[in-house]
């Protein structure tokens, strides 16, 4: 899942980099995190875009959200894993701050292009 | 929710790992608890057994015939003992699950520890920043340049921290979503849902967000207590809230693109400027239902070496 929100940052052409939040930094039914921050040149840092989250039985138990599995007498409970995916705005404001042009316009990376009518460059 | 048997018998353990995350558990107190269940669900036996024994008898008492109001008298003083047990059974109970809901998750081993997200760790950077031979704007000036990128304007048709787009920059937020789902619809396999903004109580209990962190939640002012959802991962996961799902639907990969509302109640004016933090942003959320088994399989896979603990703690999977 980690792989697929950095693959739509790369097909963006936005630079990125991928953290390991600590034990203090992760959410409530969060076992483990990873964030993927972009680069933002106007604050010459990365911020956070988008987050993932293996949540194991945590949710599931809280929900009873369960399986049948044909060896178990029981059912089982779920594990559940949430993607972010990314945020849209904050994308967008990536995307406007990392391929702006001396001219005002903005470079319209390619695989949006075919959303955009074509268009390459994006008078603003 | 932690499972209840990791803080029933293995406390010791599993209070360290929350220690981890800077979180202190009550031990004294879920101990309490605990021998205050236990007590009473055995007073709750052998008052039932008991009941059972008095009420066979009052059938031979009768065949014999003897008088049975005394019986008749005592079963009806059992019962209503066994209620009032049952009863507070049932409070004890419902305090139990008010302080595990209140428990976070435990993290996996392989976290790192730390108070912050200063002390998070940096796995790998991809692309190069880009060196600009003119001076960079942001994207708040340069929205407000063109005017298509409007704070003001929604700033006064409601308040700060929203946005209004327009023009060639509302048509690239459309067009970021939609490349986000065709890409994970056509390319990864996901499943596109359009789903409500508003949520009721049991699915924010589902995924965590209630009973600890509702101030960080929009709450509609109405009696149903329904809620603007803070992800679209709350509506998403809840769809298998309380069901059984055959193995085979499995793994259910679900996908949605909704505005997201969050009240920011603890940014204490950090990031005022710009689209950084909003009350209302879209975002597209993926959300993965898969089996323990598949789960456990994996994390064998990855993690060759983990501490006797950790197994115990069922699948605690790398991904």
């Known amino acids: 899942m980690r792989g697929h929100a950095e693959a739509i940052l790369q097909a963006l052409e936005l630079p990125y980099r991928v953290v390991t939040l600590c034990t203090g930094d992760m959410g409530f039914g969060a076992a483990k995190t990873y964030d993927l921050e972009v680069w933002l040149p106007s604050q010459n840092t990365y911020r956070e875009i988008s987050s993932v989250s293996n949540c194991e039985d945590f949710q599931a138990r809280r929900m009873q959200a369960r399986y049948r599995h044909p060896d178990a007498k029981k059912p089982q409970l779920l594990h559940t894993l949430n993607g972010s995916g990314l945020a849209v705005g904050r994308c967008l404001l990536a995307v406007l701050e990392n391929h702006q042009q001396a001219d005002g316009s903005i470079t319209v990376p390619a695989p949006l292009q075919p959303y955009l009518g074509g268009l390459e460059r994006l008078a603003l | 929710m932690l499972d209840p048997k990791l803080l029933r018998g293995d406390l010791d353990a599993t209070a360290q790992q929350l220690a981890r995350r800077g ?48 019986l008749l008298d005592e079963v009806s003083d059992l019962g209503d003992r066994l209620d009032a047990a049952k009863r507070e059974l049932a409070e004890v109970q419902a305090e139990w699950d008010d302080a595990i809901s209140g428990i976070p998750n435990l993290p996996h081993e392989s976290v790192p520890e730390g108070k912050s997200e200063d002390d998070n760790v940096e796995l790998h950077r991809w692309g190069t920043p880009r060196e600009f031979d003119f001076e960079v704007l942001d994207h708040v000036d340069l929205g407000k340049k063109s005017g298509y990128l409007d704070f003001e304007l929604a700033a006064k048709l409601t308040g700060a921290r929203f946005a209004v787009m327009r023009g060639p920059i509302a048509r690239l937020h459309r067009a970021l979503a939609q490349f986000m789902l065709d890409t994970q619809t056509q390319q990864h396999g996901y499943e596109e849902c359009y789903v409500p903004y508003m949520v009721n109580r049991d699915s924010l209990m589902g ?36 069901e059984i799902v055959e193995l085979a639907a499995l ?69």
């Open chain 2, 251 to 319: 793994p259910m990969k679900l996908t949605a693109h909704t505005p997201c509302f969050r009240s920011e109640a603890g940014s204490h004016g950090r990031d005022t400027r710009g689209m950084i933090r909003q009350h209302q942003f879209d975002k597209s959320r993926w959300c993965k239902l898969w089996s323990r088994r598949r789960a456990t399989k994996r994390w064998k896979r990855c993690a060759a070496t983990q501490k006797p603990f950790c197994r115990r703690l069922s699948c605690r999977i790398g991904w």
């Open chain 2, 207 to 242: 995924t965590g967000q209630l009973p600890k962190f509702g101030e960080d939640l929009f709450k509609l002012n109405d009696e149903r207590e329904y809620h603007l959802i803070p992800t679209s991962e709350v509506p998403l996961t809840n769809f298998v809230r309380d």
């Open chain 2, 23 to 70: 979180f202190e558990l009550d031990k004294a107190a879920l101990q309490a608890l605990e021998s205050r269940r236990r007590e009473l669900q055995t007073q709750t036996e052998q008052l039932q057994n008991e009941r059972n024994t008095r009420s066979k008898s009052i059938g031979k008492a009768k065949a014999n015939g003897e008088d049975i109001q005394p």
